[in-house]
């Protein structure tokens, strides 16, 4: 939920509140992992439980920002049933979103299984550090492609080209740096 949002941010020309409330979510996880594992000694229930309650901030956060009245162009409204129609549409669209989810999940659930396995709760443990380290890099990446994914959306239907030839340059440039 909270990854569809960060381009609900975007959209709405708001990528600092998105990143503001990506960092909320960090910093929550980062904190209640330190509270439930160190303090509480909760062991793995413990990472999973900080994990959840900063998801659920985050979603929040977001959740009320669109709700509420705000300067942005985008609004939480009421469901309309028409929009059932484009629902297959969507399905064949975000198939392979899908299937890289569902793979990166498999992943890690047989990852954690071996860890735990192998060397208990402290192996999970140490996954989950790395996993916050490998998330600072891939944020840089994945910042780099949800924002030009919007900017070239929006330069191929003003038809400038150039400036989405110049902008692949400038990206390929900044991941290799």
Do not use: Q
Not at 1 to 21: C, D, Q, R
């Amino acid at each position: 939920v909270n990854m569809a949002f960060e381009t609900l941010w975007i959209t709405a020309e708001k990528s600092w509140n998105g990143l503001i409330v990506s960092v909320i979510n960090g910093v929550t996880n980062a904190l209640l992992d330190w509270l439930f594992i160190g303090c509480l000694g909760m062991g793995v229930m413990g990472a999973g439980l900080a994990t959840a309650i900063a998801h659920l901030t985050a979603a929040l956060f977001t959740v009320v920002y669109f709700l509420l009245p705000n300067k942005s162009s985008l609004r939480l409204r009421r469901f309309d049933p028409s929009v059932l129609k484009d629902i297959p549409g969507l399905f064949f669209n975000g198939a392979s979103e899908m299937l890289g989810t569902v793979a990166g999940a498999i992943g890690i659930l047989v990852v954690n299984a071996r860890a735990l396995s192998y060397y208990g709760e402290i192996g999970v443990d140490a996954l989950g550090v790395f996993d916050y380290i490998f998330g600072l890099f891939a944020a840089f990446f994945f910042g780099i492609s949800n924002t030009s994914v919007t900017v070239i959306g929006y330069k191929h239907g003003s038809r400038s080209f150039g400036e989405i030839k110049a902008m692949l340059k400038r990206g390929i440039i900044l991941m290799l740096i």
